[in-house]
């Protein structure tokens, strides 16, 4: 499985942003998608989660302001960030996993100045 990310930039407090990842290769029997984010020195940490049946879950920081979406025809599985805060501040990885393995993509930076 390859995944490429994108839409990843630099924004203002309060702006909005939309992740967009790009699943490729051997994807059939993916159980589900998800983006995580990193910053230096801290672990990799959950940000959003769609499993096969479209069931979603969020980490307690971005509910109700982050939203993963899908789009099954293209492969593509997408994070809209909105109200954007300095601390949501990251690389953001796209994540697949499938048959207990975890399949990353190339992070991409949101940098959010306050």
């Known amino acids: 499985v390859q995944l490429q990310a994108s839409g990843g930039g630099l924004v203002q407090a309060g702006e909005s942003l939309r992740l967009s990842c790009v699943a490729s290769g051997r994807i059939f029997s993916i159980k589900s998608m998800a983006w995580y984010r990193q910053t230096p020195g801290k672990e990799r940490e959950l940000v959003a989660r769609?499993?096969?049946?479209?069931?979603?879950n969020y980490a307690d920081s971005v509910k109700g302001r982050f939203s993963i979406s899908r789009n099954i025809a293209k492969n593509t599985v997408f994070l809209q960030m909105n109200s954007l805060k300095a601390e949501d501040t990251a690389v953001y990885y796209c994540n697949s996993f499938k048959y207990g393995v975890h399949y990353w993509g190339e992070g991409t930076q949101v940098t959010v100045s306050s």
């Open positions: 769609i499993d096969g049946g479209g069931t979603t």
